[in-house]
C-alpha cells in the first residue's frame, strides 16, 4: 500500500480536489484507492464525492475513532463499514474482484456530536507526554486500513497549517507528500518550514526516505507572450524557493508541476483530469493537462508494462470516443466506437453512445445489445430509460412499459415515456389517458412537456379551448420547441381551422421539427389526411424535408 498525503499551508489552493482527481484516474486503471479525510476542521472530500454517496447513509468517521482511544481508551479492532463510505460505482468500469474505492470521512460534520468530540481529543496527551501513544496507534489505524480495505493507494488529505495531525500523517503514515502552494511567500514560507521538518532526520522516527512533490497552483494561463514570460518567471522563483531541499538534505528535487487556475470550477467544482490526446482548445481545459502531469509524477515508478498497456488502451478509447461525436458520417461514428469498445470493454458510456447511434439508424436490436452492455456496467436509470424507447420501437409495448415504471419520477421526459406506454399497452381511452396526463401535471407542474401531453389528450376529446390553453402553456415554458408548435396546428387542424394549421406547423418547421414526429402514431389522425394535399407537400419540401416526402410516397 502507497500512501499519498496532499499537504498545503493555506486553504484555498485546491489540495482536495487535486487529491480527488488523482484517486478518480487510479480508479479507472483498477486499482484499489483508500481516501482518508484528516482536514478535521475544514472536511472537504465528501462533497466532492458527494453524487456517489447516499446521503441517508450516515458514517461516523476518523474522528470518532480517534475520540474512541483518546477519551475512552478503546482500541477499534476492524475498519467496518460504518466508518466508510463504497465509492466503486463511481468506477466507470466494472467493479474488478477484489478491488475497492472507499471514503473515510472525517465524521459527520453536520452534528453537534462530531465537534464536541473533535475538540475534546487531546492532542498533547497523544503526542507529547511521556510514554504517549499517538504514534504506534496511528502506524496501527494504517495496518488495519491495509488489513480490512487492502487499498493500492491510501490518499490523505491533511490540514492546513503546522498541527500535531498534520505532522503525524506527513511524517509518520506517508511514504509521498504533495505540497501544494499558491505562489505567495506566505504559502511559500509555511510549505518550507514543514519540508525542514519532514527530512530532519531527528524527526524521521521511522526511517522512512519521504518523496516530496511540489506543486504551485492558482496560476492563469494565456497564450500571450508577457502572460507566459511571467509563468516561467513564477515557476523558477518557486523552484529556488525550495533548493535546500538538495543542499541540506542531498534529495533530488524535481521542477514543480503547475496547476492553472480553471474559472469553470468557479462556479462549479468536477473531477476534469484530462489523458495524453486532449486537445485543450476544443475538448478539455488545461487543468485536465495539469493534473495528468500531477498524475504522472505521483505514479511514475508504480505501473508494471502490463498496466501502463492497459491505461494506453483507456486512453486510446477515450479518443475514438471522443472522436465519435465529431464525427459526421454515423456508420463511421460506430466502428469508432466498436474500437473503443475492444480497447475498453468496462466503459458504460461508450456502450451508450454506441446504441443511441444504433437507434438513429433504426438498428433496434443492435441498440437493445448496447444499452444491455451499458446497464451491466452501471445500472443507471437514464439507461434503462433508453431501453424503454428501443423496446417501444420493437413493438414490445409490456417490456417498454416495466423499464419505464421502475424510473418514472426520475424526470418529466422518462414519465412521459412512461404514461405512452401504459396508453399503448392497456389501450386507454380518451378520457383514461386525459387521467394519465393531470396526474403527470401533478407530479411535474413546471414541466412544458406535461402541459403539451395534456393538450393533445383534450384535442382528442374536442375540447379545444382547453387544448389550446395547455399548448400556450407548453410553449411560454419553452418558445423555442418545434413540438409545441406542431401540437399547435394539430389542434387547430382537428378543430378545422386550416389557415391557422399551417401558419403553426411552418413555425414548427422552421425551428427543425423532427420528421419522425409527423408519423407518430399519437397524431396519426392529423397528418395521414395531408399527405396528398399541395400546400402541405410544398411546406415540407420548402423547409427540407424531402425524405418526409420519400415516406409518404412509400405508405
Keep these: 500500500m502507497k500512501t499519498v498525503s496532499f499537504y498545503s499551508y493555506k486553504g484555498g489552493v485546491g489540495r482536495t480536489l487535486a487529491l480527488s482527481n488523482i484517486a478518480k484516474r487510479l480508479v479507472e486503471l483498477g486499482k484499489s484507492v483508500c481516501m482518508l479525510d484528516f482536514d478535521l476542521e475544514a472536511p472537504g472530500l465528501y462533497y466532492k464525492f458527494k453524487k456517489n454517496i447516499n446521503t441517508s447513509d450516515s458514517k461516523i468517521g476518523i474522528v470518532d475513532y480517534i475520540y474512541e482511544f483518546s477519551e475512552n481508551n478503546n482500541l477499534i479492532q476492524k475498519i467496518t463499514s460504518d466508518y466508510y463510505y463504497d465509492l466503486s460505482k463511481l468506477s466507470s468500469g466494472k467493479k474488478s474482484e477484489g478491488k475497492s474505492f472507499t471514503l473515510i470521512p472525517a465524521g459527520n460534520i453536520d452534528k453537534q456530536d462530531y465537534w464536541e468530540k473533535l475538540s475534546r481529543i ?75 521538518s519532514i527530512l530532519n532526520p531527528e524527526n524521521n522516527l521511522l526511517g522512512i526516505d519521504k518523496d516530496i512533490v511540489l506543486v504551485l497552483t492558482r496560476i492563469p494561463y494565456s497564450e500571450e507572450p508577457q502572460e507566459k514570460e511571467k509563468e516561467i518567471k513564477a515557476r523558477k522563483y518557486f523552484y529556488n524557493q525550495f533548493t535546500f531541499i538538495k543542499e541540506q538534505f542531498n534529495k533530488d528535487i524535481q521542477d514543480p508541476i503547475v496547476i492553472h487556475s480553471d474559472r469553470d470550477l468557479e462556479y462549479s467544482e468536477e473531477l476534469k483530469i484530462g489523458y495524453d490526446f486532449d486537445d485543450i482548445k476544443i475538448n478539455k481545459s488545461l487543468i485536465g493537462q495539469d493534473y495528468l502531469k500531477l498524475f504522472n509524477r505521483i505514479t511514475k515508478d508504480d505501473f508494471s508494462e502490463e498496466e501502463r498497456d492497459l491505461f494506453n488502451n483507456i486512453k486510446k478509447a477515450e479518443m475514438l470516443y471522443v472522436e465519435s461525436f465529431r464525427e459526421i458520417d454515423t456508420n463511421k461514428a460506430i466502428e469508432l466506437l466498436k474500437e ?44 434503462h430509460n433508453f431501453k424503454g424507447c428501443t423496446y417501444a420501437k420493437l413493438g414490445e409495448g409490456h417490456k417498454a412499459l416495466q423499464e419505464f415504471e421502475e424510473y418514472k419520477f426520475i424526470g418529466a421526459n422518462v414519465y412521459q415515456n412512461y404514461i405512452l406506454a401504459k396508453k399503448e399497452v392497456h389501450r386507454l381511452s380518451d378520457s383514461d389517458w386525459l387521467k394519465e396526463c393531470n396526474l403527470f401535471i401533478d407530479f411535474f407542474p413546471q414541466e412544458p412537456e406535461a402541459y403539451n401531453a395534456r ?71 392529423v397528418y395521414i389526411k395531408l399527405f396528398k394535399e399541395e400546400r402541405f407537400r410544398d411546406l415540407l419540401e420548402k423547409y427540407g424535408y424531402a425524405g418526409s416526402l420519400n415516406k409518404i410516397d412509400k405508405i
Design 122 to 196: 487531546n492532542w498533547i496527551q497523544l503526542f507529547y507526554e511521556q510514554n504517549s501513544k499517538g504514534i504506534p496507534f496511528f502506524l496501527d489505524l494504517k495496518e488495519k486500513i491495509k488489513r480490512d480495505l487492502n487499498p493500492d493507494y491510501l490518499l490523505i488529505d491533511t490540514r492546513t497549517g503546522i498541527t500535531e495531525i498534520s505532522g503525524m500523517t506527513m511524517s509518520i503514515l506517508s511514504d509521498q507528500i504533495v505540497f501544494l502552494s499558491a505562489n505567495n511567500e506566505e504559502n511559500i514560507t509555511g510549505c518550507q518550514r514543514v519540508i525542514k
Design 340 to 383: 473503443a469498445v475492444k480497447l475498453n470493454r468496462n466503459e458504460s458510456k461508450y456502450y451508450f453512445k454506441l446504441g443511441d447511434l444504433y437507434y438513429d439508424e433504426k438498428r433496434y436490436v443492435d441498440a437493445l445489445e448496447a444499452v444491455n452492455e451499458a446497464i451491466e456496467i452501471n445500472d443507471s436509470p437514464w439507461y
Design 455 to 525: 393538450a393533445n389528450a383534450y384535442r382528442l376529446l374536442g375540447e379545444f379551448e382547453l387544448a389550446l390553453k395547455d399548448a400556450y402553456k407548453a410553449i411560454e415554458f419553452d418558445p423555442e420547441n418545434p413540438v409545441y408548435y406542431a401540437t399547435l396546428s394539430e389542434i387547430r387542424f382537428t378543430a378545422g381551422n386550416m389557415d391557422e394549421f399551417y401558419v403553426n406547423f411552418e413555425r414548427a418547421l422552421k425551428l427543425e421539427l423532427s420528421s419522425d414526429a409527423i408519423f407518430e402514431k399519437e397524431v396519426e389522425d
